[in-house]
């Protein structure tokens, strides 16, 4: 792409027309009526704004505290709500903790608002009207005339981004500097707006996560924030799976926390309306590997997008089961050309894919789009396949379950949700609604973490295999079993019989989690 000679912006018939006639047609958000030089005072009167609401709440006062004329225009009419719902609520017991969990979030809107290291100067920008009545844009850019921008950052190539990735690039400190005043300001309104929405969600969720701890429970230790180096994993995964197309989310922080959810990804025949869930996850060892997927009730309805998973998808050979999908040998000896030294196994190949991710995150600001353009083409071609493929198959067990477990229309099954939900019994799971007999329950209660015990095989599916312990079953799942995933060895057939180890029980939900005693 040749370097524009002058900063333009494109209409809808085409033309070419000078930026202010552009910045004219802007319409910005309602909220928050700022300059862009205004973003410090909005943030540091947000965050005292939302600071006082809080030790209101601890002192029972905030319903009257919200009832002030002039809080929405400091804080925005969906956080206002938040806080309304809030004053409603009874008064909840981890007090300190919210609080503690609210400052981590403000810390997060800091950096979204401020984390600038480089600027990028945007050298023509492509109005809504151009991009055509038919283009795919997300809901955080729905509604904004500038849906794309050409940017520069120093003497670098040109890059072409869509509005979406404008505001995801911000996490990696990369700012951008509009051709007229009115655009920089647009677009900074948008970063604002677009932090405190995220903002009044993870508030809503923090709501959920604290009810979840019934007050006899000792005060437990509540870490929102997930850490630095997950973070940029995460946003690094996001960013290759949005780059031609904006197809996944950051999924919200009640899923985080409590479903084990980082993103949620959709295609045309996979997701349905919110998406399939992804955990991400960077690690490479197998035993940890295998240890956080036993972690995860339902594992097989989410993509596990690790450098781990994504060797493992290089390994398997491609065949006509949609399930079982790999990659041909042209694209492997392709993605092999990519590392200094070729891996030997699956272990160094995953090693090697993780070391190439982090090793990007050192050009994360020489180029607009982040560190993704610093990941090798047929690796970025790797994770789009592979999740592509996983989200399907998630997509069929999660079908396979709503099917054998409908719930909908159901209104006593929907308050049984509620209740659920209400009395902190996990994410509810149609599947693992199970109707158990006293003896049971009390045989899955009698059942000590970390025993051995003689199972034999009762039946196997796609994610694993159950296990009959006498009188109860456990799930060996598949990330337990040794072999490429998908891939049963011989051994392991309806009425074989060898040592499990119980991994983790529930015996309200009937689940027993099951890992294997010895290598057979």
Not at 283 to 302: N, Q, T
Not at 440 to 448: G, P, S, T, V
Not at 460 to 474: E, H, R, T
């Amino acid at each position: 792409m040749s370097k524009p000679t002058a900063p333009t912006a494109v209409t809808s018939d085409g033309a070419a027309t000078d930026s202010k006639r552009a910045s004219a047609e802007l319409v910005p958000p309602s909220w928050p009526a700022i300059e862009y030089w205004e973003l410090a005072d909005f943030y540091r009167t947000l965050r005292a704004a939302l600071l006082d609401l809080e030790q209101a709440h601890g002192r029972n006062e905030l319903e009257e505290r919200v009832a002030c004329s002039g809080l929405e225009a400091k804080i925005g009419s969906r956080l206002l709500k938040v806080y309304e719902h809030l004053a409603r609520q009874p008064n909840q017991r981890l007090a300190e903790l919210r609080m503690d969990a609210v400052h981590a979030l403000l810390e997060q809107v800091r950096e979204d608002v401020f984390n600038t290291v480089t600027v990028a100067l945007v050298r023509a920008v492509i109005s809504a009207q151009a991009a055509g009545p038919d283009a795919q844009v997300p809901a955080t850019a729905a509604r904004a005339p500038i849906q794309r921008v050409v940017a520069t950052i120093g003497e670098g190539q040109p890059c072409d981004l869509r509005f979406d990735q404008l505001l995801a690039v911000r996490f990696w400190g990369i700012g951008f500097e509009f051709p007229e005043l009115d655009m920089t300001c647009y677009f900074a309104r948008h970063v604002a707006r677009a932090s405190t929405n995220r903002l009044a969600k993870d508030l809503r969720d923090l709501h959920r996560i604290l009810k979840r701890f019934h007050p006899s429970d000792p005060c437990p230790e509540l870490h929102i924030a997930a850490s630095p180096n997950e973070r940029r994993f995460e946003q690094l995964m996001l960013d290759v799976l949005n780059e031609s197309s904006h197809r996944a989310r950051p999924a919200g922080l009640h899923e985080d926390f409590l479903e084990k959810t980082d993103l949620r990804v959709k295609y045309s025949d996979a997701g349905g309306d919110r998406g399939v869930r992804v955990q991400v996850t960077q690690i490479s060892d197998p035993h940890r590997h295998r240890e956080k997927l036993a972690r995860i009730h339902g594992v097989e309805e989410y993509v596990i997008l690790s450098p781990r998973t994504l060797a493992e998808f290089v390994a398997r050979t491609p065949d006509k089961d949609e399930a079982n999908q790999g990659m041909s040998p042209a694209a492997r000896e392709e993605l092999l050309r990519c590392f200094n030294e070729k891996p030997g196994d699956i272990d160094e190949l995953a090693w090697a894919i993780k070391r190439t991710l982090l090793n990007c995150y050192k050009r994360a600001t020489s180029h607009p789009a982040g560190p993704v353009h610093a990941v090798p083409g047929p690796l970025r071609d790797l994770i789009c396949a592979f999740t592509r493929a996983d989200a399907k198959r998630a997509w069929a067990a999660h079908k396979q379950r709503r099917a054998q477990f409908p719930l909908s229309g159901d209104r006593r099954s929907s308050a049984r949700m509620r209740r659920a939900s209400a009395h902190g019994s996990g994410r509810y799971r149609r599947s693992s609604r199970q109707i158990l007999t006293r003896s049971q329950r009390e045989a899955i209660e009698a059942l000590r973490v970390g025993t051995t015990i003689k199972g034999r095989v009762r039946a196997i599916k796609p994610y694993g295999a159950f296990i009959d312990l006498g009188g109860v079953s456990g799930l060996l799942h598949t990330s337990q079993i040794p072999g490429p995933r998908g891939e049963h060895p011989d051994w392991l057939q309806v009425d074989a019989e060898f040592p499990v180890v119980v991994l983790d029980k529930d015996a309200s939900e009937g689940k027993v989690t099951l890992g294997l005693a010895t290598k057979s």
